[in-house]
T-cell receptor, first 111, second 113 residues
Framework: GESVGLHLPTLSVQEGDNSIINCAYS??????FIWYKQESGKGPQFIID?????DKRQGQRVTVLLNKTVKHLSLQIAATQPGDSAVYFC??????????FGKGTRLHILP | ETGVTQSPTHLIKTRGQQVTLRCSSQ?????VSWYQQALGQGPQFIFQ???????GRGNFPPRFSGLQFPNYSSELNVNALELDDSALYLC????????????FGSGTQLSVL
């Protein structure tokens, strides 16, 4: 079965506010984690990744936090914009080097 | 755009039929992975191909099979289609040396009636 999941299926955020999307994983041997964004009618698009020897990584307007103690991953999006509306998936690289996805969180931007 | 193209974009089949889905990898990529994404779910790993051989498989029955060609393009074949096979089928290419960075196509939406 899946070892990656999400706490909330839908998240509504006011435009301009920060968004935080959470993810729990269960495979303690996973060494690499990725966040993907999927817009309607498109395939998943890579956003940011983090290796298990790190606890934080920043990109442009996005930050990923990894807490290995509680097997928790989060994606923070600063100053959320209408173009951020999408489904966000966390994924993990399990020990045989296959990428396994969680169920996803839909991010809805309120005007 | 990722450079990964899939065809067709949409397909309707009836139960029991067979289907072939196609994928062209991004230039420079030597590995292709196929995923099945049911409505409202995350992509489920079907299998991966490297150097024209299967390099890992998820929890899918043998009626799901694939091919990778010398030019790194790929096919996904599904025999004896079932209603539950209705889903978006995603192809992702990568380089084995950096296997984690998957580049996805837009998928083929398969409907089985």
């Amino acid at each position: 079965g899946e070892s990656v999941g999400l706490h909330l299926p839908t998240l509504s955020v006011q435009e301009g506010d920060n968004s935080i999307i959470n993810c729990a994983y269960s495979n303690s041997a996973s060494d690499y984690f990725i966040w993907y964004k999927q817009e309607s009618g498109k395939g998943p698009q890579f956003i940011i990744d983090i290796r298990s020897n790190m606890d934080k990584r920043q990109g442009q307007r996005v930050t990923v936090l990894l807490n290995k103690t509680v097997k928790h991953l989060s994606l923070q999006i600063a100053a959320t914009q209408p173009g951020d509306s999408a489904v966000y998936f966390c994924a993990e690289n399990i020990p045989d080097d296959k990428i396994i996805f969680g169920k996803g969180t839909r991010l809805h931007i309120l005007p | 755009e990722t450079g990964v193209t899939q065809s067709p974009t949409h397909l309707i089949k009836t139960r029991g039929q067979q289907v072939t889905l196609r994928c062209s990898s991004q230039s420079g990529h030597n590995t292709v992975s196929w995923y099945q994404q049911a409505l409202g779910q995350g992509p489920q790993f079907i299998f991966q191909y490297y150097r024209e051989e299967e390099n890992g498989r998820g929890n899918f029955p043998p009626r799901f099979s694939g091919l990778q060609f010398p030019n790194y393009s790929s096919e996904l074949n599904v025999n004896a289609l079932e209603l539950d096979d209705s889903a978006l089928y995603l192809c992702a290419s990568s380089r084995l040396e950096s296997n984690e960075k998957l580049f996805f196509g837009s998928g083929t939406q398969l409907s089985v009636l």
